[in-house]
């Protein structure tokens, strides 16, 4: 039997020095990411065992590990990074990434900036 699963882990917040400006890699600033993953939890709901589903809390640690450890100009690269990880890490067959930017130093005032990307497992791989 097959249960897809959807797991989201929102708002993953990294004080982190990743941008192009002198500021944002000299002063650092506030990022939140943002993880949808799909996947297959038919073996971990019939066993009810953690070690068969996925562990969101160390997800959440695998991702904030790598915003922190790593530097990027820009946070598509960042998004890249962290999906690129997770596809390796967790037997997904979607995951999305969002990585958040609230205090994007722009010329107009904004809420924040966002990036998204989606990875997918392709079908044998």
Do not use: W
Not at 78 to 87: N, Y
Not at 117 to 123: C, G, N, Q, S
Request: aromatic share 6%.
């Amino acid at each position: 039997m097959s249960s897809s699963a959807r797991i989201v882990v929102k708002g993953i917040k990294v004080f982190a020095y990743h941008g192009c400006t002198r500021r944002e890699r000299e002063e650092g600033q506030n990022f939140l990411i943002d993880v949808e993953l799909e996947y297959d939890a038919g073996a971990a709901v019939r066993s009810d065992d953690l070690s068969l589903a996925v562990d969101y809390d160390r997800l959440a640690s695998e991702v904030h590990a790598l915003a922190t450890e790593n530097r990027y100009n820009l946070i598509e690269t960042l998004a890249a990074a962290v999906g690129a990880r997770l596809m390796d890490l967790v037997p997904a067959s979607r995951i999305l990434v969002r990585v958040r930017k609230p205090e994007a130093p722009m010329e107009c005032e904004v809420e924040g900036i966002a990036v998204e990307m989606e990875f997918r497992r392709t079908p044998g791989g």
